[in-house]
């Protein structure tokens, strides 16, 4: 089946900071790709769309210039947060879509802790 | 985008067969209904996708009605390892808006 990665799977970083996600499609190409964020306890809340080669679609209340999405191929995309603080504490997951599929394949997931 | 509505959580034994439905009485006509198994600190793991009738693969089999406003999600022969949150999403192009999901519980 379709596999995503997602590196690194932990990280612990300082506030103020800023922290890269990668998210990649290993054996197929995503025009497509999501990121979604995940409290404890909570379901999945989708962050944004990313399309190769333009902007990403932030959904409300998403802040595109403190989550920067990079989309510069068809098997990654990263996710940047910058200047990170303890309430962006959370498990960022990414996924993609198949270039002429309709199925969603997850990532891993990444937990991110701000101190 | 279609919202789904699915019991919050479901308890079964070992071996039993588990039906979990889904309403989506929104459904649009380009719409996919697809069901994810998330354990904890884990990405959601794809199990079935479907359109309409029935679907089925080597662990789950996905039941659609010809009106497509619900879905059933069936495991046969549950096990220990298929304690976890269930989720049905409607839509098309890849655009999922995450329900709360049901939590199974499966105990021995």
């Known amino acids: 089946g379709a596999v995503v990665s997602q590196h690194p799977s932990r990280v612990i970083c300082k506030s103020g900071t800023s922290v890269k996600i990668e998210c990649r499609s290993l054996d197929f190409q995503a025009t497509t790709m999501f990121w979604y964020r995940q409290f404890p306890k909570q379901s999945l809340m989708l962050m944004a769309t990313s399309n190769e080669g333009s902007k990403a679609t932030y959904e409300q209340g998403v802040e595109k210039d403190k989550f920067l999405i990079n989309h510069a191929s068809l098997t990654l995309s990263t996710l940047t947060v910058t200047s990170a603080h303890p309430e962006d504490s959370s498990f960022y997951i990414c996924s993609a879509r198949e270039t002429r599929g309709e199925t969603q394949y997850f990532g891993p997931g990444t937990r991110l802790l701000v101190l | 985008l279609a919202k789904t509505t699915q019991p919050i959580s479901m308890d079964s034994y070992e071996g039993q067969e588990v039906n979990i439905t889904c309403s989506h009485n929104n459904i649009a006509t380009n719409d996919y209904i697809t069901w994810y198994q998330q354990f904890p600190s884990q990405g959601p793991r794809f199990i079935i996708q479907g359109y309409k009738t029935k679907v089925t693969n080597e662990v789950a089999s996905l039941f659609i009605p010809a009106d497509r406003k619900s879905s059933t999600l069936s495991l046969p022969r549950v096990s220990l390892s298929d304690t976890a949150v269930y989720y049905c999403?409607?839509?098309?192009?890849?655009?999922?808006?995450f329900g709360k999901g049901t939590k199974l519980s499966v105990k021995p």
């Open positions: 999403l409607v839509g098309s192009q890849g655009n999922l808006i």
